[in-house]
């Protein structure tokens, strides 16, 4: 894993990333990792010696090619899997389920299909509320009310019509049905968001549009993202902060399955134009070299020089 404050050119400088003593420790795994029987090919290791601490109101990019186990890492600090060695915590609390403290994001996003959009977005909180208060309460009908108009101004947020409020998930194209399920997740304001490729099956424009929408709600309400994704462009342009997973390979079994972790450098430029800087363009190339040095391609290729790449790892 490189650990160390890297140089690429006058302009450009990456500093370890560490968490600064002021802020909280919001999700931590210490020598986590995991693995499976696979029949007769023995056991299946899919992360090994990840050890990772992440601060309050950081945005991670976690980055790597198909199988190196990033969706996999997301489900373990959800809760939904579980390690074979080593402790997660979120909130500095054992993971021993799916936490209701994290909000999920996955990449091939589940609506309700017999409820409307707005119906989707405020089922989480409407349906807690209701067990605490009963429904027949007119402090729940208050709070409805207000749930109502939270939901609808999030989803006018993410891109969507009022006339596509009342309307049901297999009447939405694709895109559309993403932006509800990040607007679904947002609104039960959690502490920790995992979002897991929540733009891959997106064309490039809306994908966009998604990318500076996310930037500007995290910017203003700080919540811990933690970001799953295979596009080097994307983690870079959102992450305060990028791992870079590799996949685990037999004969060096001890090695952690994380190959980077960085800060990446904070800009003044404004978003959309980042992309366009030569320092964004030096950190991509060089992050892009790693990725493809360390993966399965590479070794099985073996040659030293990576394919031509549009912002890509696969």
């Given at each position: 894993m490189v650990s160390v404050a890297l140089k690429l050119g006058p302009a450009l400088e990456f500093p370890p990333a560490a968490v600064p003593a002021s802020r909280r420790i919001e999700i931590s795994l210490r020598d986590v990792a995991l693995s499976y029987p696979a029949g007769g090919e023995?056991?299946?290791?899919?992360?090994?010696?990840?050890?990772l601490e992440i601060a309050q109101g950081e945005f991670v990019a976690v980055l790597g090619e198909t199988g190196c186990g990033k969706s996999t890492m997301l489900r373990l600090i959800l809760g939904q899997e579980f390690p074979t060695a080593g402790t997660i915590e979120v909130d500095c609390k054992p993971v021993t389920k799916i936490d209701a403290r994290c909000g999920y994001v996955p990449q091939k996003?589940?609506?309700?299909?017999?409820?409307?959009?707005?119906?989707?977005?405020?089922?989480?909180?409407?349906?807690?509320?209701?067990?605490?208060?009963?429904r027949l309460r007119p402090s729940f009908r208050h709070f409805r009310k207000e749930l109502r108009d939270q939901a609808t101004a999030y989803l006018l947020r993410m891109g969507l019509r009022s006339q596509d409020l009342g309307k049901y998930?297999?009447?939405?194209?694709?895109g559309m049905q993403q932006r509800v399920?990040?607007?679904q997740a947002?609104?039960?304001r959690p502490a920790v968001l995992l979002m897991d490729e929540a733009f891959s099956a997106l064309d490039s424009a809306t994908r966009a549009s998604l990318q500076e929408q996310l930037h500007t709600i995290w910017r203003e309400s700080r919540p811990t993202i933690v970001f799953v994704t295979h596009n080097t462009q994307e983690a870079l342009l959102l992450g305060?902060?990028?791992?870079?997973?590799?996949?685990?390979?037999?004969e060096q079994a001890q090695r952690?399955?994380?190959?980077?972790?960085?800060?990446?450098?904070?800009?003044?430029l404004a978003f959309g134009q980042r992309i366009h800087s030569h320092e964004f363009h030096e950190l991509h190339e060089y992050v892009?070299?790693?990725?493809?040095?360390?993966?399965?391609?590479?070794?099985?290729e073996d040659t030293a020089q990576p394919p031509t790449v549009e912002g890509n790892l696969q």
């Open positions: 023995g056991v299946k290791t899919v992360l090994s010696s990840i050890n996003y589940s609506l309700f299909p017999d409820r409307t959009v707005l119906g989707n977005v405020m089922y989480g909180p409407e349906n807690m509320k209701s067990r605490m208060l009963g998930p297999h009447q939405l194209s694709g399920a990040i607007a947002l609104l039960m305060t902060r990028l791992i870079l997973l590799g996949r685990h390979q037999e952690s399955s994380v190959l980077l972790d960085m800060e990446v450098p904070s800009t003044r892009k070299q790693i990725a493809y040095k360390s993966s399965s391609l590479h070794r099985e």
